[in-house]
């Protein structure tokens, strides 16, 4: 083979690659910075967020999870949580100074809210009309995120809340509902210190069901609404919880007076939380005895 037709070979191979690179998605789209490229979301332990009219939500990290310190002390949904956190690793474009700008065009004077992430504030803007990105100030800086990732931003507290009635590691030790009154016994299956009547077996499962209950939504408690009882929890962890039977259908509804905020449940759940067993189900268990 001549140095001629070698070269030319070579010369072939060096523009293939060349054009594989300039055609590589990596290549000619370069990803987009994070919003916080020195913070990643599994390292952020501190959330505050603040909101015009609205109280601070305090959002704090521990080995057993998130919790929620403010404006009220609840374990926290890590899912809700976790949408906010995603802030820190939001795609961001633009990014110019916010020295001796007017920053009201951006919806930043003042900003609609401010979010915290560990040490780093990040201030929220108003969106651009054309790519429908929102403006948000780091420091000095104003670039622009997807939107998506501001949304949790503006939810209010009892979103933050989590799903589960009975906060991690506070297991039942006795449960108190209307018709109904259970302790847990030395050997770990319930007593029926009332008067229900109920089977062991029955017992067993409605304290299981309490202890893992987990509503579909939490919202703020209804003010002034009417109670058809309460039903009252003690755990080996803290003080009873108290439960407020706000609602039974067409959907049940269960507050935490103490803490502002509603659990709901679809109205199949009123017979699981709040019946021992269902009349068909507590006579065969009575009867295969």
């Not at 651009?128 to 949790?152: F, H, M, Q």
Request: proline share 9%; net charge neutral.
């Amino acid at each position: 083979m001549s140095r001629t037709v070698l070269n030319g070979l070579l010369l072939l191979v060096v523009i293939g690659l060349a054009a594989a690179v300039w055609l590589s998605p990596s290549t000619r789209h370069p990803a987009p910075p994070a919003l916080l490229p020195g913070l990643a979301p599994d390292g952020i332990t501190r959330v505050d967020i603040q909101r015009r009219g609205e109280p601070d939500i305090v959002l704090e990290k521990d080995a057993h999870g998130w919790e929620l310190t403010a404006p009220f002390r609840v374990p926290a949904n890590d899912v809700r949580v976790a949408a906010v956190t995603a802030l820190a690793g939001a795609e961001s474009r633009g990014g110019f100074s916010a020295a001796g700008r007017d920053l009201k065009p951006f919806g930043l004077d003042p900003p609609a809210a401010r979010v915290a992430l560990n040490d780093t504030t990040v201030a929220l803007g108003g969106v651009e009309p054309i790519s429908a990105r929102r403006y948000v100030k780091v420091g000095n800086t104003i670039r622009l995120v997807p939107d998506y990732y501001t949304n949790g931003i503006t939810a209010p507290a009892a979103d933050f809340v989590s799903l589960a009635l009975l906060p991690e590691g506070h297991r039942p030790v006795a449960i108190a509902a209307p018709g109904i009154t259970l302790r847990r016994g030395k050997d770990g299956h319930w007593v029926d210190v009332g008067a229900a009547g109920a089977p062991g077996s029955a017992l067993d499962a409605f304290a299981d069901r309490w202890h893992r209950a987990r509503a579909l939504d939490v919202e703020p408690a209804p003010a002034g609404a009417a109670s058809s009882g309460t039903v009252t929890v003690e755990t080996a962890a803290g003080p009873p919880l108290v439960f407020d039977i706000a609602q039974r259908s067409p959907e049940l509804i269960l507050a935490r007076r103490d803490l502002g905020v509603a659990y709901h449940f679809p109205a199949s759940e009123t017979v699981k939380l709040l019946q021992l067993a269902p009349p068909a189900a507590a006579h065969d268990a009575g009867g295969s005895g």
